[in-house]
């Protein structure tokens, strides 16, 4: 007997930006394969049967193989149990899911991809802004802060970053953000910029802290904490508040 995966996105945190699907399918689960960002209480969503399995990956700590989570996946499916795979904000956006699917499609178990609120379109709207202020953000871009070593990912597009007409986000950059923006500078970007640093979006620990490009990567170049963050720059609306 073959099983099913639900790939559910999780939103941010906060368990009231769960779909109504993503709810559906955790409280039918007979597995919760979750990552550390979609832990608390969203797996409260889970049913008291269901096994709740942490597979989270972190920055800076032991975490277990992506190939790991492959096979459990699929050791999981294979004995016939419905099994959600529980990944932060939505899985299709800088959360490895291909590798997981192409696990999956090889052993022959059927899956779905349900979508999540992603967490940069959380932290705009937590800060009270628009990700794309009209008549001035023409583009919205996302992009990665770090490459499979936690480093600057060195093939990333900076004259498309430096575009002074984009809303960028910048996800997993706390580390490496004094490092790009001095490339952004040397490539136009003005360091007045206006910037947000948005940390734990939607869970109790929430932050929003506004700068320039520059004072923000000041602040990161000395102290970055433990918090999942997002970096927001561009033709930000002036309207939105931080918070602490
Ligand atoms: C592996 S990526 C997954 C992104 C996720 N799939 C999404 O759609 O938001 C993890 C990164 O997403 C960002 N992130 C996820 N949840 C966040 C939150 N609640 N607040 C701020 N940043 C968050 C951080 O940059 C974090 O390091």
Redesign the pocket.
């Known amino acids: 007997m073959t099983g099913f995966v639900s790939f559910v996105?999780s939103g941010?945190?906060d368990p009231e930006l769960l779909t109504l699907k993503a709810a559906d399918r955790l409280g039918r689960a007979d597995a919760v394969l979750f990552?550390d960002?979609s832990a608390g209480p969203i797996l409260d969503h889970a049913g008291p049967e269901a096994d709740l399995v942490g597979v989270g990956?972190?920055?800076g700590r032991v975490s277990p193989r992506q190939n790991h989570v492959s096979r459990l996946l699929v050791d999981y499916a294979s004995a016939g149990q419905r099994v959600v795979r529980l990944?932060?904000?939505?899985?299709?956006?800088?959360?490895?899911l291909e590798e997981e699917l192409i696990a999956l499609r090889e052993a022959g178990i059927p899956y779905e991809i349900i979508p999540?609120?992603?967490?940069?379109v959380?932290?705009a709207a937590q800060c009270g802004i628009p990700l794309t202020r009209r008549l001035t953000a023409r583009r919205v871009q996302f992009v990665?802060?770090h490459d499979t070593n936690g480093r600057l990912p060195q093939d990333i597009n900076l004259a498309a970053l430096a575009d002074p007409s984009a809303c960028t986000v910048?996800?997993?950059?706390k580390r490496t953000f004094p490092a790009l923006l001095a490339a952004l500078c040397a490539h136009g970007l003005p360091p007045e910029t206006p910037a947000i640093l948005?940390?734990?979006?939607?869970?109790p620990a929430?932050a929003a802290h506004r700068a320039t490009v520059a004072a923000l990567a000041e602040r990161l170049a000395g102290e970055i904490g433990d918090?999942?963050?997002?970096i927001l720059y561009g033709p930000l609306a002036e309207i939105g508040v931080g918070f602490d």
Request: overall charge positive; hydrophobic content about 40%; charged content about 20%.
């Open positions: 996105g941010p945190g990552d960002l990956k972190r920055a990944k932060s904000g939505d899985s299709g956006l800088f959360g490895r999540g609120v992603p967490s940069a959380a932290a990665t802060g910048v996800f997993m950059g948005a940390e734990a979006i939607s869970t929430q918090k999942p963050a997002l």
